[in-house]
């Protein structure tokens, strides 16, 4: 059974950082899955923030490009999102996705939150 369990979510002001993470269990990252983080805000559709292949290369939504970061551990099962200069219109509930062996896995969602 696959379970993505995200953690690092909070409440922070307008140019601070946070570091999300995402722990997976039933998959292994050392075969190939490409690994995602989306968000959603109120009344908003999910979007795509960033995603990793497993050969590394990365892909970022312009409105992140510059700050965020994203980054996997094989080892660790894990893929992270270094986001920096947050904003408020960062604010959203912070979503995990893997596609593995042709079939989408979703985290329960972190929420992170910055005031102005």
């Known amino acids: 059974q696959v379970q993505l369990v995200e953690s690092g979510g909070g409440l922070v002001q307008a140019g601070e950082s946070l570091r999300l993470s995402c722990a997976a269990s039933g998959i292994s990252f050392f075969s190939p899955v490409r690994l995602d983080w989306y968000r959603q805000a109120p009344g908003k559709q999910r979007e795509l923030v960033a995603d990793?292949?497993?050969?590394?290369?990365?892909n970022y939504a312009d409105s992140v490009k510059g700050r965020f970061t994203i980054s996997r551990d094989n080892a660790k099962n894990t893929v992270y999102l270094q986001m920096n200069k947050l904003k408020p219109d960062d604010t959203a509930v912070y979503y995990c996705h893997s596609l593995w062996r042709a079939s989408d896995y979703w985290g329960q969602g972190t929420q992170v939150t910055v005031s102005s």
């Open positions: 990793i292949t497993s050969d590394g290369t990365t």
